[in-house]
């Protein structure tokens, strides 16, 4: 079964420090690797997109990496603010289909002062 | 402006009655997409749809029902079989299947039985 995990399940820190939130997942072939983020009760927006070709992808503040090999992505947030507080995706779809995306559960993210 | 809109953005519903969801897109997608997220779990899948006039059950479409009669509009009923209907709902879309595929969503309804 295609599966995504995500780690950690939820994370405080000060604004202005850095933070990596990590994804492994299992599902192969995959077209492309997403980075999500949804604040409170809105829909998720997405942040950066990997083939599984691509090792890097960044995004203003936002930095993502794959390793195809270990089947685990992470997405590194630079200097946080307060905005960032929300709840970070990992999406994978999977080859052939669109109709399967496999969602991660998500990380909390929340930035104090 | 090009998006997806979810209406209503609240909606309270007793026990025994169906619901209709509203999803409309105008960015000219071909997928539409209907998922569930409770707290502390991932989205799951309960219909989608690839063309219009044709849908798909996703994981958990049991107590829901959809049509696709236009590309733009793709609506879910909550019906009385649902026996946990409470919960944010998310429409979404995309282009397709190729590697660029992504899925843009609404802003959700959140639907509380009263």
């Known amino acids: 079964k295609n599966q995504v995990e995500q780690s950690p399940q939820s994370l405080i820190i000060l604004e202005g420090k850095n933070c990596t939130l990590q994804?492994?997942?299992?599902?192969?072939?995959?077209?492309?690797l997403r980075w999500y983020k949804q604040d409170t009760g809105r829909g998720p927006v997405s942040l950066t997109i990997m083939t599984f070709s691509e090792n890097t992808k960044s995004n203003g503040r936002y930095t993502a990496t794959l390793d195809a090999d270990t089947k685990q992505s992470s997405l590194h947030i630079t200097a946080s603010q307060l905005s960032d507080s929300a709840s970070y995706i990992c999406?994978?779809?999977?080859?052939?289909?669109?109709?399967?995306?496999?969602f991660g559960t998500g990380t909390r993210l929340q930035v104090t002062l | 402006d090009g998006g997806i809109t979810q209406s209503p953005k609240y909606l309270f519903r007793k026990e025994g009655q169906n619901v209709t969801l509203s999803c409309e897109q105008n960015l000219n997608h071909d997928a539409m997409y209907w998922y569930r997220q409770d707290p502390g779990q991932g989205l799951r899948l309960i219909y989608y749809?690839?063309?219009?006039?044709?849908?798909q059950k996703g994981d958990i479409a049991e107590g829901y029902s959809v049509s696709r009669e236009k590309k733009e509009s793709f609506p879910l009923t909550v019906t009385s079989a649902q026996k946990n209907p409470t919960a944010f709902y998310l429409c979404?879309?995309?282009?397709?299947?190729?590697?660029?595929?992504?899925?843009?969503f609404g802003q959700g309804t959140r639907l509380t039985v009263v």
């Open positions: 979404a879309s995309s282009t397709g299947t190729g590697i660029n595929t992504e899925a843009f």
């Open positions: 749809s690839q063309i219009v006039n044709d849908f």
């Open positions: 994804c492994n997942y299992t599902v192969s072939p995959f077209s492309n």
């Open positions: 999406v994978v779809t999977p080859t052939g289909t669109a109709s399967k995306l496999t």
